[in-house]
């Protein structure tokens, strides 16, 4: 993966493969302490503790197309080749929660990318699931919601060509604070 | 209250007609898939997901369903995406740029013909979801 914007949409790709119906992205900002903290939190159908144990193993998936899951185990790379952390949280019935953080003064931190498109990609392939996205800088806070999107939408679909300027110019919002 | 003139009635009717756009997931005349395994998405597939939906935006087209779905198990020809036009099989194209996409698109969305240089084959494929 060339960048954070790509690790976002594999993550939340498998929170909708999990069936999840709401999907939270925080991104966090901290200029004090130098990192940047990632979190990706769905409602999907979770994983049971064997399955959590090995979801960060590149040779351990779910899928039946293939054998091996490189999703997790690239980001956690991404995150502990900076000097940072991974962790995972994930319960049958309650979802999954993601958390990578980064240190941003490292040589090997990737850079952002394009968040937008990564949101545009998740709301066109998936219009029926909330999407949200937090993005925070030190005391700054922006929330980009489908659902505020959807009020203002009035009766234009959210996959809907007509509805992408609107979608866009909330996300740009959100990502400059 | 003022009169509606017929401009305005046309203005009406087109919008009414464009918000019940997908409303039914059967109401479209072709729907593209575009593959978003992480496989797909490491190869580029974001960016073909972006091509096509700028050939639609171009285009000012409604009733093409542009969406995404997992890993098919091809992973070394990604980015893919799927074709299929309501009513014929779908076609999954392969090795996907955005200049590809742009031939697809005009060739096989709009006119019907299939792309045989990029197209992998005719028929579904089973993916993650």
């Given at each position: 993966?060339?960048?954070?914007?790509?690790?976002?949409?594999?993550?939340?790709?498998?929170?909708?493969?999990?069936?999840?119906?709401?999907?939270?992205?925080?991104?966090?900002?901290?200029?004090?302490?130098?990192?940047?903290r990632l979190v990706i939190e769905d409602n999907g159908q979770g994983m049971d503790k064997e399955t959590l144990k090995r979801a960060v193993d590149p040779f351990f998936t779910t899928k039946q197309t293939r054998r091996v899951g490189l999703g997790l185990s690239l980001l956690a790379q991404a995150a502990h080749a900076t000097g940072g952390q991974f962790s995972l949280e994930s319960k049958p019935g309650w979802g999954t929660k993601v958390?990578?953080?980064?240190?941003?003064?490292?040589?090997?931190?990737?850079?952002?990318?394009?968040?937008?498109?990564?949101?545009?990609?998740?709301?066109?392939?998936?219009?029926?699931?909330?999407?949200?996205?937090?993005?925070?800088?030190?005391?700054?806070?922006?929330?980009?919601?489908?659902?505020?999107?959807?009020?203002?939408?009035?009766?234009?679909?959210?996959?809907?060509?007509?509805?992408?300027?609107?979608?866009?110019?909330?996300?740009?919002?959100?990502?400059?604070? | 209250?003022?009169?509606?003139?017929?401009?305005?009635?046309?203005?009406?009717?087109?919008?009414?007609?464009?918000?019940?756009?997908?409303?039914?997931?059967?109401?479209?005349?072709?729907?593209?898939?575009?593959?978003?395994?992480?496989?797909?998405?490491?190869?580029?597939?974001?960016?073909?997901?972006?091509?096509?939906?700028?050939?639609?935006?171009?285009?000012?087209?409604?009733?093409?369903?542009?969406?995404?779905?997992?890993?098919?198990?091809?992973?070394?020809?990604?980015?893919?995406?799927?074709?299929?036009?309501?009513?014929?099989?779908?076609?999954?194209?392969?090795?996907?740029?955005?200049?590809?996409?742009?031939?697809?698109?005009?060739?096989?969305?709009?006119?019907?013909?299939?792309?045989?240089?990029?197209?992998?084959?005719?028929?579904?494929?089973?993916?993650?979801?």
């Amino acid at each position: 993966m060339e960048d954070l914007s790509l690790h976002i949409l594999d993550v939340a790709e498998n929170s909708l493969a999990a069936k999840a119906t709401r999907v939270i992205i925080r991104l966090e900002e901290d200029t004090q302490a130098k990192t940047l903290r990632l979190v990706i939190e769905d409602n999907g159908q979770g994983m049971d503790k064997e399955t959590l144990k090995r979801a960060v193993d590149p040779f351990f998936t779910t899928k039946q197309t293939r054998r091996v899951g490189l999703g997790l185990s690239l980001l956690a790379q991404a995150a502990h080749a900076t000097g940072g952390q991974f962790s995972l949280e994930s319960k049958p019935g309650w979802g999954t929660k993601v958390t990578a953080t980064f240190k941003t003064d490292h040589w090997d931190l990737k850079p952002l990318g394009d968040i937008s498109q990564t949101l545009l990609t998740l709301i066109l392939g998936h219009p029926e699931v909330e999407l949200i996205f937090i993005h925070r800088r030190d005391n700054q806070e922006a929330i980009f919601s489908t659902e505020k999107v959807k009020a203002e939408l009035n009766g234009w679909l959210l996959n809907s060509p007509q509805a992408i300027p609107l979608i866009m110019d909330h996300i740009n919002k959100a990502m400059n604070l | 209250m003022p009169k509606l003139t017929i401009e305005e009635l046309e203005k009406l009717r087109e919008r009414a007609k464009k918000a019940t756009f997908l409303r039914e997931t059967t109401d479209y005349r072709a729907k593209i898939t575009v593959h978003m395994g992480t496989c797909g998405i490491a190869a580029g597939a974001r960016e073909i997901m972006n091509a096509f939906l700028q050939e639609l935006q171009a285009r000012d087209i409604t009733d093409v369903l542009l969406t995404n779905s997992g890993c098919a198990g091809l992973c070394s020809r990604e980015p893919m995406a799927t074709i299929e036009i309501k009513g014929q099989a779908p076609v999954k194209y392969v090795d996907l740029t955005p200049e590809k996409v742009k031939q697809i698109f005009e060739k096989h969305v709009l006119g019907g013909e299939i792309v045989q240089d990029y197209a992998l084959g005719i028929g579904s494929e089973k993916t993650d979801y």
